[in-house]
């Protein structure tokens, strides 16, 4: 997420976003924003890859929960019905092809900069070390997605951010409705090394 500060705290209702950095590559097992209900509206980084509290140990860390048996899996279940979060961003990469020649693709909201997705939250902590931890919720892809992947993020409306946070609900666990800008990007997402504006600039 690349968003000034100022625009994030706007949009999500928040008076701090202490320890944001911007990033056009985010990628699993590095810490991420997320907005949360806990005490008060806050922000704060989290692992990406959930953790959940009664795990015994780290290992367990899925980067994405599927929407459509959230209240079927243990793992998630809990954080659904407690531990929601919304997670900002301004757009998220896919890939198309064999594996080794895998094309990446740069999508967004056509209407929107700054959007968030569904996501869950838990906090693992042992005798030595605590954690904050968060998955990106997903469902099945909309038709512009559907030629690149069969699944995609949830991504929740300005106007039900409320809605998730307060009180859920898996009817806003659905394909984006609205237009997406999709296009080619160049491989050098692929390494967490490159981070920069150009990530995210047309181009293969």
Known sequence: MWSDKNKILIQFGLSEASGYRQSYNVTPSSNIP???DYKGR???????GLIPHWAKDTKL???NARAETLTEKPMFRGALNKRRCLIPANG????????GRKQPFYIKPREAELFAFAGLWDHWDSPDQEIDSCTIITTSANDAMAPIHERMPVIIDPENYDQWLEQGGTELLV????????????NQVNSPKHDDQSLIQPGS
């Open 34 to 36: 997320i907005v949360r």
């Open 175 to 186: 394909p984006y409705s609205r237009e997406l800008d999709i296009f080619q990007v160049s």
């Open 92 to 99: 998220f990469f896919e890939w198309q092809g064999p594996t």
């Open 42 to 48: 806050e922000m704060i980084n989290c692992h990406w």
């Open 61 to 63: 860390k899925p980067i």
